[in-house]
């Protein structure tokens, strides 16, 4: 009838979904192990999992971490979800290798009483280890821009104002980074080499180019002028979806210095 057409439905739903899904009694002992969790536990079968509790199949930091979060979960009847946690411990490397999104809900007999709780895990491994990759390009770029023998900034192509700056474009602008960061980059540009820079940056915001590289005079926090070589490329602002570019710059003055003498 409809009711084991449900109760049918809901198996086949627990045994193929890829979370871990478990029911542990008022004991805490499993009654419940879908093939997902009977593999997260490193079991070949539920029964190798039903009757037993956290500490007899998980190593105890982890197995004493998840008993007094169930039985807080039990004296209080507020269940949990989302919590992260982790679990198992690589025996060579140490390292933990999975990492979890844990709900947790208390499950009721026919009378309103407290028999147990219904736990899922989401394995959220991937995820975690993604963003820690990023996090890693994300500071090895930082390293980088801050410790690059050019000069680089990252500017708006509509307004032309400095969004970011590293120490080398300020030392040969003479300026300060905060200073840099609250002027547009026609400020320090020669006055009779901006219309060739805006034309170029049309060109790049039109995308009739890829980039551009151009040789042009920086005025200098003295008001003397410094020659530089600006390569510029197309970039975007991940933050708001604006245009945005890199400009890198490298001091040519000694070079156009000597060519002047030539």
Partial sequence: GRLEDERSLLNTLIATIPDEVAVKDIERRFVLANPACVRALGKESADDVLGKRDEDLIPVEFANAGRLQDEQIIATEKPTQNIEGKRRLDPITGEITKALLISKTLLRNKDGIVAGLVVVNRDITDI?????A???????????????PLGIAVIDSSTGHIKEVNPRFAEIAGRSIEELLNIDWMQITHPDDVQADLDNMALLNAKKVTGFTIEQRCIHSDGSHVWIRITTAPMLDEDRGRP??????QDISE???????L
């Fill in 128 to 132: 975690r280890r993604s963003e820690a």
């Fill in 134 to 148: 990023q996090r890693e390009t994300e500071q090895r770029f930082k390293t980088m821009f801050v410790q690059a």
């Fill in 244 to 249: 945005v570019h890199l400009r890198m710059i």
């Fill in 255 to 261: 070079m156009r210095a000597i060519e002047g003498r």
